[in-house]
């Protein structure tokens, strides 16, 4: 048995693959980074040998898990581990570490391979998670990479993280901009998984070294910012961005090709928006949408729904620590991440 010291815990490395035998259903909702789905009992399976288990007879149930467990094992042996050696060595894990875990590898035992499993299970592996990202503590130190909607906070990360700083992504971690445009193609991972990512990238943070990340609300898309992030965040110096209204608007015009491609989509979000802005406004903003202004429209949205959000929000976390950076505009991203870089300097000298 293998018990499970942090979420990236070096034993990890000493397996072949890790095997999550659970369901599909339990697999999709939230596994271990790189595990693949081998079940041994269907979502349906599951749910019969569970209902014949408290209607009817535990051993009836265990007869028939057996059965099913066997067959499944049996189809996995000839399918998608059929070009698996002698020397191969796999971890398998279910729910708590228990019957479904430790039947698939007798199985596997008894062929002749060196099987690990999991103490515990999925089970063990998320309490280590919700430790890390609720109690913390984040290592590094942060540093909160702020600006208006628009600013290419998000993109100016990938050029530091590319410069070798320290980057958490919080946006790609949740598969979300953050916005009420900010759906992405392929949706949100639900909100376990969240946690396990990011679980993941602070456990890899160097303390030695501070850490930027993108300044958030306590929620992206669908997904809630854990309590250690949180709070790192509302405590952390800050590097606010200093971009004029066309710059941004021009960036997001530009940036989110998504949108510019599905004009109908545009204008369900600003369906939902409508309670929010006098009838006028968004019947201009219609206008624009309608002749495909895109650059106006942009400018509207950060001018009156956009900025005065942030704006609020930003007054709930100024502490006068914070550092300007002034970009006249958007055009070169890797000087607006110089910009960023030397500000930092002054900032944690």
Same mark, same amino acid.
């Given at each position: 048995?293998?018990?499970?010291?942090?979420?990236?815990?070096?034993?990890?490395?000493?397996?072949?693959?890790?095997?999550?035998?659970?369901?599909?259903?339990?697999?999709?909702?939230?596994?271990?980074?790189?595990?693949?789905?081998?079940?041994?009992?269907?979502?349906?399976?599951?749910?019969?040998?569970?209902?014949?288990?408290?209607?009817?007879?535990?051993?009836?149930?265990?007869?028939?898990?057996?059965?099913?467990?066997?067959?499944?094992?049996?189809?996995?042996?000839?399918?998608?581990?059929?070009?698996?050696?002698?020397?191969?060595?796999?971890?398998?894990?279910?729910?708590?570490?228990?019957?479904?875990?430790?039947?698939?590898?007798?199985?596997?035992?008894?062929?002749?391979?060196?099987?690990?499993?999991?103490?515990?299970?999925?089970?063990?592996?998320?309490?280590?998670?919700?430790?890390?990202?609720?109690?913390?503590?984040?290592?590094?130190?942060?540093?909160?990479?702020?600006?208006?909607?628009?600013?290419?906070?998000?993109?100016?990360?990938?050029?530091?993280?590319?410069?070798?700083?320290?980057?958490?992504?919080?946006?790609?971690?949740?598969?979300? /901009?953050?916005?009420?445009?900010?759906? $992405?193609?392929?949706? #949100?991972?639900? !909100?376990?998984?969240? =946690? @396990?990512? %990011?679980?993941?990238?602070?456990?890899?943070?160097?303390?030695?070294?501070?850490?930027?990340?993108?300044?958030?609300?306590?929620?992206?898309?669908?997904?809630?910012?854990?309590?250690?992030?949180?709070?790192?965040?509302?405590?952390?110096?800050?590097?606010?961005?200093?971009?004029?209204?066309?710059?941004?608007?021009?960036?997001?015009?530009?940036?989110?090709?998504?949108?510019?491609?599905?004009?109908?989509?545009?204008?369900?979000?600003?369906?939902?928006?409508?309670?929010?802005?006098?009838?006028? /406004?968004?019947?201009?903003?219609?206008? $624009?949408?309608?002749? #495909?202004?895109? !650059?106006?429209?942009? =400018? @509207?949205? %950060?001018?009156?729904?956009?900025?005065?959000?942030?704006?609020?929000?930003?007054?709930?976390?100024?502490?006068?620590?914070?550092?300007?950076?002034?970009?006249?505009?958007?055009?070169?991203?890797?000087?607006?991440?110089?910009?960023?870089?030397?500000?930092?300097?002054?900032?944690?000298?």
């Amino acid at each position: 048995m293998l018990r499970l010291a942090d979420v990236a815990d070096p034993a990890l490395a000493g397996f072949d693959d890790i095997i999550d035998v659970r369901a599909p259903a339990e697999y999709a909702e939230d596994h271990l980074p790189g595990a693949i789905n081998l079940p041994v009992l269907t979502d349906e399976e599951r749910a019969r040998v569970g209902t014949i288990y408290k209607q009817a007879s535990p051993f009836d149930a265990r007869k028939l898990g057996a059965a099913l467990v066997a067959a499944n094992a049996a189809r996995h042996l000839t399918g998608p581990l059929a070009d698996r050696g002698g020397a191969w060595k796999p971890l398998v894990y279910c729910w708590r570490g228990g019957q479904r875990s430790g039947s698939f590898a007798t199985i596997l035992e008894q062929i002749g391979w060196r099987v690990g499993r999991i103490e515990g299970g999925y089970k063990a592996w998320r309490a280590l998670v919700v430790d890390r990202v609720q109690n913390g503590p984040i290592a590094s130190q942060v540093v909160v990479l702020d600006g208006n909607t628009g600013s290419a906070k998000t993109a100016i990360l990938h050029r530091l993280a590319a410069r070798g700083h320290q980057v958490i992504d919080l946006e790609g971690l949740a598969q979300h /901009r953050g916005s009420l445009f900010g759906a $992405m193609p392929g949706g #949100q991972p639900g !909100q376990k998984m969240f =946690e @396990g990512r %990011l679980a993941l990238a602070i456990a890899a943070l160097d303390p030695a070294r501070p850490v930027l990340v993108e300044a958030e609300s306590s929620r992206i898309g669908d997904v809630n910012l854990p309590k250690a992030i949180w709070q790192a965040i509302c405590a952390a110096p800050r590097l606010q961005l200093q971009v004029p209204l066309a710059a941004r608007a021009g960036f997001t015009a530009a940036t989110y090709g998504d949108m510019v491609a599905d004009p109908a989509r545009v204008s369900a979000i600003l369906d939902r928006m409508a309670p929010q802005h006098p009838a006028e /406004r968004i019947a201009a903003w219609r206008g $624009m949408l309608d002749r #495909q202004s895109w !650059q106006d429209l942009s =400018e @509207g949205l %950060l001018c009156h729904h956009y900025d005065p959000r942030y704006q609020r929000h930003r007054q709930r976390h100024e502490d006068g620590r914070g550092v300007s950076v002034a970009l006249a505009g958007l055009g070169d991203l890797e000087a607006a991440a110089l910009a960023v870089e030397a500000a930092m300097g002054r900032l944690i000298p």
